[in-house]
């Protein structure tokens, strides 16, 4: 699934480039987007009494881009098994790739911060996540 | 009191300057380290149950600067009773003013979000802020 | 006319609010959808040879809004001179008016950085923020 | 070299971590820092007509920070070519690792985007590098 976006003008540094540091945050709204198109919000989940905390991150840059561009980003859930999870982005303007990223999660109680296993715990949001993992992880 | 800070490279748009939001942020540092080196940290504060929102805040752009720039910003109170608090903002490079601001806060009981008179109901912080209202109000 | 936004996840801080110098941002935001809607967008300004730098601005902050509320920012040019602007901001939450802001620019040169008077030196940008400003100073 | 930093409260979230997009950012001001007390400035390559963009990065979150922190950014450049290089980040808190991360960087002529090799082109900027790279890729 493709989450649309364009950049604004306070994302751009110096070298008239988005700087860097943004796509993070790009993949975050994805996340949160894709989530919520498909059902369950982030902050229900929060209301729930749990946290999806990024455990590692990582993004290569291919193509620069800058204010006003439009883009896309492909979000695929690619691995999950209701303990941890990773999440995959690919980022497009005008059909080519411009960025691709990774991050992995866990599941944790907020309460206690402690690991959750999401089939015991909390079987409808394992339920949620593993249909989304199916619909996204082969997307064509 | 002058606080010293060095202008970061995401800091800068493509207009290569310091994108005019991040005032507000280096207004909020000044404010936080002229508290700690005073001895009361916000940190603290926050501990006790106490939050000071920001109810107005407002910038005057009068030089641009940028990435590696050093900026002094000389902070100061210049109105507190207790309940509100005025914190106004001169940033100097080069000894030239760039940038003048202010802010306004009351201060809030952070499990209930209603106003507090500090007099009454934390007078040490009261001690505290009015000591620095009298020390930086009037500061050569 | 209203700029349509959702508040992300990133925005906020650890008081649970969306930290207060991100409406610096949303404001430009709301600047630059207000242009493009209207058929002149802010890079073609830039490429053009001007900018529209941010002299002063100020926000009052009533209503705290927080991660993934929907927010319509009401974005008016008060002001309009061709060589000076005025852009007004009220941001709503489900109706209620939860911040209230005021940006003012003036027109550059890009190359000289000097100031210019739009209706001599680019008289179709004149027309385009002089139809705006009508179109939206005495909006209902 | 470790480069030290105090958290802003404008980088938590509302998990009252520090947002994990920000660590990118910490890792450009260490190297930003470590260019500069080596003796020479980002500011200055640039003026040079010298890019330093990043290729890639990746973050492992180990253990979360928050406002008023204190960290210590060991940093180094671990693989030098004169056409790439990789540095390396370990953030430490009160002695503890609490974040990895590592960058990967190409040299670019500014004016026209293409891909320099250091050491034809800018011997004085590859000697640079050459000893910062044997300083501290060796570090204890």
Redesign the interface.
Known sequence: MRYLRTI???E??????V????Y??YF??AR?WIM?TNGL???AVEAMGL?I?????????IR?I???DKIEIDTRITKFTGVKMTVEYNVYKDGELTTQGESTHCFLEKSTLSPVNLKRAYPDVYTFFQKLYELTSNEE
Do not use: C, Q
């Open positions: 604004n003008y306070y751009t540094d110096r070298m008239n480039f700087h860097h540091s943004n993070i945050r975050e709204e949160v919520e919000g982030y902050a946290m905390p990024v455990l590692s991150v990582n993004v290569k840059y620069h800058t204010f006003n």
